[in-house]
């Protein structure tokens, strides 16, 4: 079972993010912030991270920094509900959805990065 976790300073999106994926048999969690995120990676395996980018204190870029210095087997999907100014140069390898997103496509992006 692939792990993800949900990464986003809206409540009210993560969790039925999360409802939403265990449905498709995925074990999903949920992080309110940059800090919760990475405490939550310290303590647990996760196969996919699915970020928000406009985050207050850590945004997604930094989040995202922050966990690949140590755990470069970890996937990014990124979410944003609009892309302020140019995608920084070394994620542009990282798929994107934007806000709100069809949950049908968050699946189809998590089943083309098993194969």
Request: net charge neutral.
């Amino acid at each position: 079972m692939k792990k993800i976790l949900i990464v986003d300073d809206q409540p009210t999106s993560t969790e039925p993010i999360a409802i939403g994926l265990r449905k498709y048999g995925y074990y999903a969690e949920s992080a309110n912030n940059g800090k919760e995120g990475l405490l939550k990676i310290k303590n647990g395996k996760f196969d996919y991270v699915l970020c928000d980018i406009d985050m207050p204190e850590m945004n997604g870029w930094e989040f995202a920094s922050n966990v690949s210095l140590v755990y470069s087997d970890i996937n990014f999907i990124f979410m944003t509900a609009g892309l302020r100014g140019k995608v920084k140069e070394g994620f542009k390898k990282f798929p994107f959805l934007i806000k709100p997103f069809d949950f049908e496509k968050l699946v189809e992006l998590l089943k083309r990065e098993e194969v």
